[in-house]
Structures are given as structure tokens and as C-alpha cells.
């Protein structure tokens, strides 16, 4: 990946006058469990016994930059870069990715060249990219109404749930009794694809979460 612009949080590149040389997003590596049984051919596979999904390790994403600062602004540059970035824990916002952001720890190293100084960005992320937009579904319910959640992404995720009146949530075999306010209701896990829900009672709902992707 080659973006114009990176962005650490709230704090812009050019505010260390960065420009990046080169992005490298690795693909997070799968946790795998495999067992070597004596007398049969091939392993058996567990990786995906506990809750039939794959889980994934930390993904690391490596940058490099080039500082166009003048000679006199270079030591302030980098003190001003190191101490903003460096160990933080922050989002990481990329223009040539413009509808996720990566979270994760960061750590900084500057160059000093002849010509021109270097800074390597290191960051240790979440393995999943998450959707800067939240996703937002909102029902008028009166009686009973059946809907259902989309979940575009491939990491699962627990909405919270608004509502303004006593409110009966099923899904599955599931029975939830949702309370006026904001919370979440146990063992709703919207996976990849539609989940189907019944609402019953009367007022408003809202459900909100975040979608993410490899």
C-alpha cells in the first residue's frame, strides 16, 4: 500500500513533516491448533472447534517516511514525533483505505542522513481493520416486527441496543428482555451475513455497531 497521507489519531504527518516512502499491511496469521495422532495420515485439525471460526493473531503494519524539514527544525521534529507517537496506542487512518481505520501501538525510529532523514513507524494492531462509520439500524416498534442485522464484515460483533420501552428481543432459541436505556443483550453475536431477530413490545429501537475486515 502507498498512501499520500497517514494519519496517527489526531495528529496528522505533516505535522512532523512526513512524507511516506513505503506502507506495508501484513495479513494477520490465523491461530491454528493441530494434533500429530501416531498411525494416521495428515493432522487433525481444531482451529476452528471452540466457536467455528478462525481467530487471528496481532497484524503488524511497517512505514517508512521521509522528513522534508529544514536542517535548523529537525531535532524539534523529532522529539515532537517521538514523544506523540511513540507507545501509543491510537487509530491509524490511511487515504488509501478511506472507509476503515487499524488500532494499535506504535513505535517510532528516526534516521538521521546526510541529505535526508528517515523515520521508520512500527505498529503492533488489532488483527481486524474496523469501519469508521458506525453501523446504525433504528425500528418503530408496536406489537411484534421481525428484522434482521447485516453484518457486511467478517469480525463478529455484540450491538448496543437503545430503546425507550420495555422491549422482548429473540433470536435463536434465545429470549431477551431489554429494559428502557443503552446495553447489550447477552449472546447476541451478529456474525458475518443476516442475523434474524423478533422484537416485541412497544417504542423505539437502535441497534449500533462496528463492522470490521481483514
Known sequence: MIADTVTFGEHSQEEFKLIPS????????PVTYTVDVPGRDGDLDFTEALDGRVHYKPRNISMEFYCFGEDE???????????????????????????????????????????????????DCDPYKYKIQETVAEYDVSGTQEINLENGGWLPVSPLIETDGEMQITFGNTIVRISPGAQKAPGLILSRGSTALTLKGTGHVKFTYREGAL
Not at 22 to 29: C, H, K, R
Request: aromatic content about 14%; some cysteine; glycine content about 6%.
Open 73 to 123: 527544525e529537525l531535532s524539534e521534529l523529532e522529539q515532537n514525533c517521538i514523544n506523540t507517537l511513540h507507545g501509543k496506542k491510537m487509530k491509524i487512518f490511511f487515504d488509501a483505505d478511506p472507509n476503515y481505520y487499524y488500532w494499535g501501538r506504535l513505535s517510532v525510529s528516526w534516521s538521521y542522513g546526510d541529505n535526508l532523514d528517515t523515520v521508520s513507524i512500527h505498529a
Open 22 to 29: 513505503s506502507i506495508e499491511v501484513e495479513s494477520p496469521d
